[in-house]
Each structure stands twice: as C-alpha cells, then as structure tokens.
Antibody
C-alpha cells in the first residue's frame, strides 16, 4: 500500500527558505503515469495547489507564488522536495504532498509549517 | 479568493438528501471532471468522487453531476459520519494548475 509522508523543520523565520520532503513508500514511485504534487492549507482556510513534478523532473508551479517555489525529485530515494524562498507569515500552513494520476488521489498526512521570527 | 465557488455551509438531518454545488468557468469545470474531497477534523483530504466514479471504499450514497460550469455532489441518506468539510477541485486549462473551491462545511443535525 502506497503511503506518503512529509517531513520538514516545523518553524522557519521570515525571509528564509522553506524546505519540505515527501517520502513515498510501498509502491512504484517511478511510474511514468504519476505526477507528484504539493498542496497547502492555511489554518481554517481552503486548499491551494503549489506545483507538481514528474519522475523525469518536469515541473510546473502555481503562478500565484511568483516564482518562489521549486521542486526536485530523487527517484533513488523515492523522495520529492519543495523549496519556497522568501517566506512570510502568509506561508504558514499545513503542507501536503500528493500523488497525481487523474487527480490528486493519495495524500500524506500533512506537515505544519509555521513562519515566525 | 478561490477559483471555484462553493456554499460556505450546508446542513441536513440524518437520512436526508443534500446537494453541494461548485461553480467555475469554461476553463475548468466545463472542460474537466471534478473531484470532491472530504476533510474531517483538519485531517488529510480524502477523495469521495471523481467525475461520476466512486473511489474504492466510498459508499454509493455519494453521487455527482455536472451541468455547464457547475458541478454538484449529492449525499443521499445522510449519515453522522458525513459531517465534514467538502472541497471541489479540477484542472484549469488557462492557469495550468489544479484549482479548488473554498470548501463547504456539511453539518449533520
């Protein structure tokens, strides 16, 4: 059974770079039919799609993040990562990683990331 | 502001049928299937419907429809465990991103 697990620092200072990693276990990470995505949710608010990356490294991002987001993938470790630069308090949220085939169908449990000085 | 528009809240009694709506535009809902997510107590969202298909393990009281730029999720025979936040989502052709609704809080009275 495929599972996704986010990991990250929990707390980041304003203007710094946020880094999160998603580890995929129990399945075929390198299948060409999947994209791997990051989605976030501020407390009490709705969901926002951040971006996606394929196992070949092809990526795309939500324009609302104004080029602050980048993703990378390491198929040897079954991991993909998110970096978000120049963070502000508005980036405080629960960050989910998700597998996407026809839709984001499998999600991690989420990692809470707070931006505070 | 969310790209897709949902009611803030909907309520119903046990056994009742309720319908949640999701309105988009010609670049998203009119073009692509809509996925509906259930989120209970701030846990990870779980898909309960994709287009007209039920993911594995989802009871058949959940059903969906689409007309033009509006999609709907119907829960027939409402159960206490259906109380949750529900989000609609689909791909947007113009923005090239997945877009979400703001969510509907479904309360079972």
């Amino acid at each position: 059974q495929v599972q996704l697990q986010e990991s990250g620092p929990g707390l980041v200072k304003p203007s710094q770079t946020l880094s999160l990693t998603c580890t995929v276990s129990g399945g075929s990470f390198s299948s060409g039919s999947y994209y791997w995505s990051w989605i976030r949710q501020p407390a009490g608010k709705g969901l926002e799609w951040i971006g996606r990356i394929s196992t070949t490294g092809r990526s795309s991002y939500n324009p609302s993040l104004k080029s602050r987001a980048s993703m990378s993938i390491d198929t040897s470790k079954n991991q993909f990562s998110l970096q978000l630069t120049s963070v502000t308090v508005a980036d405080t949220a629960t960050y989910y990683c998700a597998r996407v085939e026809d839709f984001p169908d499998l999600w991690g449990q989420g990692a809470l990331l707070s931006v505070s000085s | 502001q969310s790209a897709l528009t949902q009611e803030a809240s909907v309520s119903g009694t046990v056994g009742q049928k309720v319908t949640l709506s999701c309105t988009g535009n010609s670049n998203n809902i009119a073009r692509y299937p809509v996925v509906w997510y259930q989120q209970i107590s701030h846990g990870a969202p779980k898909a309960v419907l994709f287009g007209n298909s039920l993911p594995s393990g989802i009871p058949p009281r959940f059903s969906g429809s689409r007309s033009g730029t509006t999609a709907s999720l119907t829960v027939s025979g409402l159960q206490p465990e259906d109380e949750a936040d529900y989000y609609c989502s689909t791909w947007d052709f113009s923005l090239s991103i997945w877009v979400f609704g703001g969510g509907t809080r479904l309360t079972v009275l």
